[in-house]
Each structure stands twice: as C-alpha cells, then as structure tokens.
C-alpha cells in the first residue's frame, strides 16, 4: 500500500505501523441515501473518510510532492521556495515559464507514479510582471492563464493588491447578511445573543485575511458598512444613528480594529512560527505595495 510506504520512508514503524496498517486492513464503505444504506464494499485507494488519523496521513502522503522542483530564489534567504502547500492545495513559484513548464512535469511525474489525478480545471497561473510564452500542461491538461486566484479563501492578484479581497469578503459579509436578517431582526431574541452572534460569527466572515488590509480605515470601510447594517438591525436604529457610538455601547468591535489587532499579532506571532512566512518577515520586500 502507497500510504504504509511513505510513512515508513519517514521512519514511522513498529507498533504505530502496525496500528494504522490494522485500520487500512481490507477496509469496507457504505453508501446512505435517505434511510436506506448500500451493501458494505472493499475500497482500495484513499484514506478513511471521518477519520481523526486521516489529515496527517494525507499529509504524509503527499508531503513530498515538491521535491525536485526548482522554486524561486528570495533575497536574504538562503534556500530556494518551490511553493506553498496546505493539504491538496498546492501553489507553485518559478522564475520563468520553462522553470513553470518543468514543475509541472515534476508534478505530474509524482501525481503518475502515485495514481493521483490532478484538476487542471481548477488550477490557474497568474504571472507576476511577465507573459508566459508559451501554453502550460499538467498530466496532458492545459492550464489557463488568470489575473487573480483564489487559494484557501484568499483572493490573490497579479498586482498584489488586496482590492480583490476586500470586495470577496463584502460579498460573503452580505450574503452572511442576508441568511441572518431574521435571527438579527427577531424580538424574542435577546440583544445579547445577537451581538455575541455578530462578533463570534459574522464579523471573522468581513475579516478573514484581515493581517493584509488591516490598520487602514479606508481599506476596512466597504466591509464596515455590511456589519453597521447588522449592528442597526440589533440597536434598532436608521442610518443617520452614530454607529460608533452604538457600536461602542453595544460592545461590538469594529473592522479596523479587529483587522488592525490581527495585524499587529502576525507580526508578532510568525516571526516564531516555523513556516516561510518566518523567512518573509525576517527578510521583507524593499518595494512595498499597499498592504
């Protein structure tokens, strides 16, 4: 089994290798559809779905799938960033379109040899200051070009720009709006719960990302208009009230705020973290865009 290879080759063995090779051993799924249930069948390939073990060994399992691919030079680090990877969600840097062109063939060797499928529908490259000069494949695929992307949620642009997120979380803002209006417009519902609602649940939506836009007013004002609609449907007020006022008396934070304070807590917290984002901040960019 592929899976029990690689987590040997990371020198897992003994009797947490024999553990999980019990829990893969002839493993069977059902299908529910309303109240009936399929006949139980082997499967052959994959991890157990619902199980607590299966995101770390679908991390193992594909935690090599960069190696020989070359990666970006970034100046004051000393090792090369072949590109970013959370899960199945992958980003590839390269320094030109040959460099790109042979990472993905890097990409689609290891996909190959691992019986792995890639989506190349759902993937994207967006060029930083260039053209590409000629069309990228993936497994026999060809990979459109694009201004922007969207990768765990974020939007991201070709200029490096957070315009692009700002407005994506606005939409998602309203769109939280709109499914809320009825529990934030309800009487029976104590003022309390909705604003604990609108502070635990509503106001991360409009800030997601917010360490990149964050300790701008002006950057943080689109999103703060959607949350003042929820704030007036609690307090009860028309849009002449003095929200800040409100907001302060009702104790519900505002988007700068709790932008700025995520802000300000990246760049203390992931100095120490042990990602590339440590590199990052320790060696900053000269030329720095609007966020």
Known sequence: MALLHKLRSV???????NMIKGMYDAPKIAVRVGNEVSNPTEYLCGVRQGCPASPILFDFFINDIFKGVRGVRVPGLTSRIPGLLFADDAVLLAESSADLQAALNTITEW??????AVNASKCGIMTISGELTTDMTLQGQKVDSTDQYTYLGYIMNSKWG???TIRNNKLKEQKALYSAYGFLNKLSVLTA???KFINSALLPIGCYGGETFGMSEARCHPIQTVIDQETRLVAKVGKS???ERIREELGITSVFLRTSIARERAYIK???SKTRIEDLIKYPIKAQKSS
Do not use: N, Q, Y
């Open 193 to 195: 719960h909705k604003i």
């Open 270 to 272: 992931w100095p120490a």
């Open 11 to 17: 020198g897992i063995g003994g009797k947490l290798l």
């Open 241 to 243: 009230a003095a929200m």
């Open 111 to 116: 996909s190959d040899t691992w019986e792995m």
């Open 162 to 164: 957070v315009s692009g």
